[in-house]
């Protein structure tokens, strides 16, 4: 059987074999181009996503702060704020309250998750984005350029701002890499900053990364956004500068959600 890489298309080679779930023997395989590395066909993976989040996760909430104040910052330079924006596979809601707290105009879209924390204020199809966060989801996806293709196919085309942890040289991370997750079973793909590259050039975007982010997109103003970001410290300072702007939604969101659930 010849294993493909999602990303090039091309033919991966067995780089090593790890226990899944405690109880499945499976292979790993890396792109002889790209470098990317995926498992074999993730038959387990419906088993794996009985909980959408793995009960290990105890970093979600820290992440999910940290994340939605670079994510401020990026944002607010971007283009001030304006959106809208929404948050896929956002999991809980977490960042999509996060961000309509911090005064941005965020919604939420999961269909393997409850929305807990932002309810009200789900996706809406005739909804138009001007940036889409995408946060650790791409190790889930086994085929993700169908998955971001989607995204990218709405008109305008929106900004992807991703979140998955990458890694350089030529072989396949070390076994004891703990964004293996060989426990909880849920990643199954794994990109290289090469593979980040092409994944972007076969979508037909740029390719830009900035801490934890990596960005797919286009235009000017979002590689000026980038090289300002790129000064010590400074995104810290312009989050701020979003915050103090921008008008937080927590207390209009509440008068809204008690106005719909008001008895006739």
């Excluded at 994340?67 to 948050?87: F, I, T, V, W």
């Excluded at 932002?118 to 989801?137: D, T």
């Excluded at 410290?233 to 509440?254: G, I, M, P, Q, Y």
Aim: charged content about 25%.
């Amino acid at each position: 059987m010849t294993v493909r890489c999602p990303v090039c298309d091309e033919a991966c080679r067995e780089s090593f074999r790890a226990q899944v779930l405690r109880k499945y023997d499976a292979a790993y395989y890396q792109c002889t181009v790209c470098g990317l590395v995926r498992t074999e066909d993730p038959h387990w993976l419906e088993e794996a996503h009985a909980s959408a989040i793995a009960d290990a996760d105890t970093g979600l909430l820290s992440r999910n702060i940290e994340l939605s104040e670079r994510l401020c910052a990026l944002l607010y330079l971007m283009d001030g704020g304006r959106g809208p924006y929404l948050d896929a596979s956002g999991g809980y809601g977490v960042t999509t309250r996060l961000m309509r707290d911090a005064g941005f105009d965020y919604y939420w879209e999961d269909p393997y998750c409850e929305n807990l924390f932002a309810r009200g204020f789900e996706h809406n199809p005739g909804r138009v984005y001007s940036a889409v966060s995408i946060f650790e989801v791409l190790e889930h996806v086994i085929s993700p350029l169908e998955f971001l293709g989607r995204y990218l196919s709405q008109q305008p085309t929106p900004t992807l701002l991703l979140t998955t942890e990458t890694f350089d040289g030529p072989g396949a991370p070390p076994r004891d890499w703990r964004y293996y997750s060989f426990e909880t079973g849920q990643h199954v793909v794994f990109f290289s900053t090469e593979s980040m590259r092409r994944l972007a050039a076969r979508l037909s975007v740029n390719y830009f990364s900035w801490r934890r982010f990596h960005i797919l997109g286009a235009g000017n103003r979002l590689q000026e956004s980038l090289r300002i970001l790129q000064v010590p410290l400074l995104w810290r300072f312009v989050a701020r500068a979003a915050r103090a702007k921008l008008s937080s939604r927590t207390v209009t969101d509440n008068a809204m959600l008690l106005d719909a659930n008001r008895e006739p």
